[in-house]
């Protein structure tokens, strides 16, 4: 905590993270979980910050979700339960996650003969037991066996080689969009094809004690999904733009903006920010409103029209607000986890004054150079 300082003492275009948005978003996450029995394991992905991930665990996370081996190193440091959540094939990619400290009980999710074959091998060099969840395609079409036999043989082909240990199974219902209110076929759907997937397994003679799964825009209705043990949303600590248009939670919700500048007005209808591709990431927008790369807190009429890498189009003509040059304007992104990606440090606010900073200590591969 340093001595408050305003906005205008920044340069931009920058990260804020309102502090009170942030506690109610991780605090509503954790008193669902609660309510449903459900174990929640936030994915990193959307912070990439040791301190957010440890006021997750504070309110009853029981671990963390990562996609990137850096992401779990880094992690590391703040829980000693890790799921990797993305498929650990090559071999510099598992040796990295086998080498991961002692302490860490590590969980991988994984589709593939190959994946087994590097993640075992990791394993079995240093020395370390690693679970595995069978990752199963339920929809998305991105990863996962396409069939509940092919998931039971994976299944089997980790049984048969310790130090692997089958864990259960995994999933992402990413390909569900649409807003909360109109998402019953794709929940009852998904609820479908995951109970014959439990029941092909039940009856190869398997228990999963595990059944992964989760979004931010399901993450109101995975106690809807019957089989589901853990979820695992990763945008819902700080929302954006995108969760706002599924109705996963309130444009008051949103916890991250970009602080910019307004740099030019000389072309009439418009105003120029100093936030652009490379501070907002180009994300189109999905859903009913996709009219732009982020909308103004304070003026969400106002979208980013277009974009150069440092320069944020504002698009004035459905608004009657007009910018002067040097005001500071915060800009909701589409996708805020891109927006973490593509800067180091985020600065923690209240109401108009900044409270605190913190690094994005997991962003980039943290690979070693060459010497
Ligand atoms: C495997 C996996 N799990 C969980 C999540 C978190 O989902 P969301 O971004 O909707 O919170 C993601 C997001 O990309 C993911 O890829």
Known sequence: MVDPIPFSALETPVPLVDLDRLAANLDRAAD???????SLRPHVKTHKAPCVATEQIQRGAVGLTCATPFEAEVMAAVSGDLLVAYPPVGAPRARRLAALPGHVSLTVALDSARAIDDLHAAARAAGRSVGVLVELDLGMHRVGAQTADDAVALARAVIARPPLAWRGIAFY???IRENISSQDAAIAALGAALGSALDAFRRAGLDPDVVSGGSTPTLWRTHEIRGVTEFRPGTYVYNDWTTVNVGACAWT???????????????????????????????????????GFGALLEHPEVAVASMSEEHGILDLSRSS????????????????????HLHDLVYGVRDYNVETSWPVVARGRGQQALV
């Open 173 to 175: 219902p990413g390909h």
């Open 253 to 291: 919700d949103c916890a991250l903006t970009v602080l910019a500048t307004v740099v030019s007005t000389a072309v009439p209808g418009q105003a120029v920010i100093d936030a652009g591709s490379k501070a907002l990431g180009r994300e189109p927008l999905r859903g009913a409103d996709g009219r």
């Open 321 to 340: 607000w007009r910018p002067e040059v040097g005001d500071l304007v915060r800009v909701v992104p589409n996708h805020a986890c891109i927006v973490t």
């Open 32 to 38: 669902y979980a609660r309510l449903h029995g459900l």
